[in-house]
């Protein structure tokens, strides 16, 4: 079976502190995909990052980086010198390759960023 | 591209009520998706069309439920007879599945979801 894990429910930093979520999954399939979604309070789900099975090189986008590690199956989100308006609920999910195209997600973790 | 939209954005309805939701996929993707999403969890999957074909329906789709894309486009779900359970966020979101030979990163885009409430 497939699952994502997100084992921090809420984080609470102060402005400008780096913080980092934790995204563990679980699947036998080789062929996936790995998604970041960010829940503001508005309720829209917006997309991150996809990044496949086969690609382990880790990204960087502005104050965002990503380490996917497939020997640990980790799939972690760095935000650095964080800021208010990064305050959100932040999930993980998984789609395995040709099983369709829906997302397992994770719990979320709900990040806040204090001034 | 306008992105995914849903109506209503908020629903209210008294148990054992019908309720219909809508959903309008960005232009052109051949993929719609709905989830539903309860208080402090994540989205769970409900079903999945491809052009006008759904193929795919999660046990969470009891026979209440029922979605529709009659003309790949635009798409519907339906809830009868509803229960308090069925209280949660609906979620609509699409994706551009490439034909064969063709580039397609199949990510999926989600609108800004119907909350509906049952009483």
């Known amino acids: 079976a497939q699952k994502v894990t997100q084992a921090q429910t809420e984080i609470s930093v102060v402005e400008k502190e780096d913080v980092t979520l934790d995204c563990v999954y679980e699947?036998?399939?080789?062929?996936?995909?790995l998604f970041w979604y960010k829940q503001p309070p508005s309720g829209e789900l917006v997309f991150l990052i996809r990044?496949?099975?086969?690609?382990?090189q880790n990204e960087i986008s502005g104050r965002y980086s990503w380490n996917f590690q497939k020997s640990t199956s980790s799939f972690n989100f760095t935000i650095t010198a964080s800021q208010v308006v990064d305050s959100a609920v932040y999930f993980c999910?998984?789609?395995?390759?040709?099983?369709?195209?829906?997302?397992?997600f994770g719990q979320g973790t709900e990040l806040s960023v204090k001034p | 591209d306008t992105g995914v939209s849903q109506d209503p954005r908020h629903k209210i309805t008294k148990r054992g009520q019908n309720v219909t939701f809508r959903c309008d996929p960005i232009?052109?993707?051949?993929?719609l998706y709905w989830y539903r999403q309860t208080l402090g969890q994540g989205p769970e999957f409900l079903t999945y069309?491809?052009?006008?074909?759904?193929?795919?329906k999660s046990r969470l789709l009891s026979d209440r439920f029922s979605a529709e894309r009659p003309k790949g486009s635009f798409s519907t779900l339906e809830i009868q007879r509803t229960e308090q359970g069925d209280s949660a966020m609906y979620l609509c979101?699409?994706?551009?599945?490439?034909?064969?030979?063709?580039?397609?990163?199949?990510?999926?885009?989600f609108g800004p979801g119907t909350r509906l409430t049952v009483l």
């Open positions: 979101a699409s994706s551009s599945k490439g034909l064969a030979g063709t580039t397609s990163t199949d990510t999926q885009y």
């Open positions: 699947t036998r399939d080789t062929t996936y995909y």
């Open positions: 232009s052109e993707h051949n993929r």
């Open positions: 999910a998984l789609r395995i390759y040709n099983q369709g195209g829906k997302l397992i």
């Open positions: 069309f491809q052009n006008e074909a759904q193929l795919e």
């Open positions: 990044r496949n099975s086969f690609d382990e």
